[in-house]
């Protein structure tokens, strides 16, 4: 499950990373790191408010397009969520029931905060963002990172998805959004697993080798 598990977390680190680009000049308006301001409206400058506009923060409504770059990130949860059950697959696990609960609780808040909130309005998107998506993510961090620090305790093979939780903040602090931001560390931080498990995969097969030729 190595290659599922690659695949995956950088299908939802690519689409948080793009989307949580244009959502940060969206809502932040001309306060979104200059980075992200120059990316997109280098690539979407006719989709976008003008250069200098207030964010989405400051106004009675979000402009269309927060919605139509919203959207989408509901497959960065999809991918998420496959590649947590992939992660546990490779370890031999059949399933992650409390990651994947949290990760759906999150994705469903989301759906709430892009898909429903333009019409039950801005006190329905901010409860489903601060009253659910927001603990759901910051417990499902915390879950990654304290299980795999346990794992590093009892076995001593360093777990990377213990620094899940710093990657995250990581990750947030240079996009200036949320969800997007805590997204996109715990999929690096999946990334980083992959690269793990196929380092002590291939790492097994040279020992299996030589122990067959000696």
Known sequence: MKRPLLLLASLSAALSLTLGTFQTVLWNGAAAPRWARTVAHGIAESALPPRGAPGAEHLAAPPAAYFMFGRPFILAYVALGLALVALARAEGKRRDTFATALVAVAAL?????????????????????????VPALVGLLFLVSVRAGLAWRRDGR??????????????????????????????????????????TSMTSHASAMKEARS
């Open 109 to 133: 808040a989301d759906v709430g905060v892009y898909w429903l909130s333009s019409a039950l309005g801005v006190a329905f998107r901010e409860r489903a963002f601060w009253n659910v998506e």
């Open 158 to 199: 360093l777990r990377p998805s213990v620094f899940a939780l710093p990657l995250a903040l990581l990750a947030t602090a240079a996009l200036h959004y949320m969800p997007h931001g805590p997204v996109l560390g715990l999929s690096f931080a999946l990334l980083l697993e992959a690269a793990r498990l196929r380092s």
